[in-house]
C-alpha cells in the first residue's frame, strides 16, 4: 500500500473512531479522497506535496467535470479535514487547504441539442398538413430566438416584424425586448400565416399568432410541451427534450460562433449577465471534453 493509501486509510479510520461519522458519509469522503489522491498522480507528486494552487485547480476541475455543487462542497470539506489532520499528525509542513473553499454554487449545467440533433427535431413535423406546418413554424421561432415558451405562445401576428428580421417579445415583467429572427424561420412563418394559420382559427377570430388545432385558441404550455415531446421522440432525442432544452441550445450554438455574451443577454431577456454567464461554463466543459479526447498529451 502507498503511503498516500496509509494516508488516507488513517484520516478515514480517524473519522470512524473518533468523530464516530456514519458509513456512508465514510464511504462519500474516501471516494472524494480517492479522486484527490488520482489528481496528484495525474500531476505526478505526492498528495503531501499538493499546494493551494494545485487544490484551487482540483475544485475548479471538479466544477468543470459537472460534479454537483453540494458534492462539490462535501469534496472540499473531506479535503480541508485531510490536511488538517496529516499536518496535526506531521504528514505536511503546513496545511494547503486551511481555508480552501468551494466556488459559489454554480447551477447544474443546461442541457442542451447538438446541432445535428437540432436538424432533425426541426424536420419532424409534416409541413403538408396544418398542424405539421405551425409545428414546423413553432420549433424553427423557438430555435431562431431562444424565447421562452410562455413568450412564445403569446406572441400575436403584430409582433412579427419579419420584413425587418424581428419580432417584439414580451417577456418576465411585461418587459418587452426585440429579439432578432432569422430568415428560415422567417420563411416557415410566413408559410404558416398563409396556409395553415386561416384552417387552423377557421371562422372564429383570434390574436395569437399560433393557435390551437382543434379550438383556434391559444395554445398552452403544456400542449406545446408535449407536441415537442412527441417530435423528440419521433427524432430519438433524449426523454429529458424541452422547450427550455432548446433555448438553451440558441444560447450555446451562439456563444460557440462567437456571440457577444451582452449580446446573448439581451436575446434571452436576462436581467443580470451573471445569468447568461452559465453559458460560458457550458463551453468551458465541452471544451475541456474535447481537449482531453483529442490531445495527444491530455
Request: proline fraction near 5%; charge should be positive; hydrophobic fraction near 40%.
Amino acid at each position: 500500500m502507498s503511503t498516500t493509501d496509509h494516508l488516507i486509510d488513517a484520516y478515514l479510520t480517524h473519522l470512524q473512531v473518533e468523530r464516530r461519522l456514519a458509513a456512508n458519509t465514510l464511504e462519500s469522503y474516501g471516494r472524494d479522497l480517492q479522486r484527490l489522491a488520482a489528481f496528484a498522480a495525474g500531476a505526478e507528486r505526492p498528495i503531501q506535496r499538493l499546494g493551494r494552487r494545485d487544490l484551487e485547480g482540483f475544485v475548479t476541475g471538479m466544477m468543470d467535470g459537472g460534479l454537483s455543487p453540494r458534492s462539490v462542497a462535501r469534496s472540499v470539506a473531506a479535503v480541508r479535514g485531510f490536511y488538517r489532520f496529516a499536518a496535526l499528525a506531521g504528514h505536511v509542513d503546513s496545511n494547503p487547504a486551511d481555508d480552501l473553499e468551494a466556488p459559489r454554487a454554480w447551477p447544474a449545467l443546461p442541457k442542451f441539442l447538438a446541432l445535428e440533433e437540432v436538424e432533425t427535431l426541426i424536420k419532424q413535423p409534416d409541413p403538408a398538413t396544418p398542424g405539421g406546418l405551425r409545428d414546423r413554424a413553432l420549433i424553427e421561432v423557438l430555435y431562431a430566438t431562444g424565447m421562452r415558451v410562455s413568450e412564445l405562445i403569446h406572441l400575436r401576428a403584430s409582433d412579427l416584424n419579419l420584413e425587418g428580421g424581428y419580432l417584439t417579445c414580451t417577456g418576465k415583467g411585461n418587459k418587452q425586448r426585440l429579439v432578432p429572427i432569422g430568415d428560415e424561420a422567417a420563411q416557415w412563418v410566413t408559410r404558416y400565416i398563409r396556409d395553415a394559420r386561416p384552417q387552423l382559427v377557421g371562422k372564429r377570430t383570434s390574436p395569437w399568432l399560433f393557435v390551437n388545432a382543434r379550438r383556434g385558441t391559444m395554445l398552452s404550455r403544456v400542449g406545446f410541451w408535449k407536441i415537442l415531446k412527441g417530435y423528440g421522440r419521433k427524432a430519438g432525442l433524449s426523454r429529458s427534450l424541452s422547450p427550455h432544452v432548446l433555448r438553451h441550445s440558441f444560447a450555446t450554438h451562439l456563444l460557440e460562433h462567437g456571440a457577444d455574451l451582452r449580446a446573448i443577454q439581451m436575446m434571452l431577456g436576462h436581467a443580470d449577465l451573471s445569468t447568461t454567464q452559465i453559458y460560458t461554463h457550458v463551453l468551458e466543459a465541452r471544451l475541456r471534453a474535447v481537449y482531453d479526447r483529442f490531445h495527444p498529451r491530455a
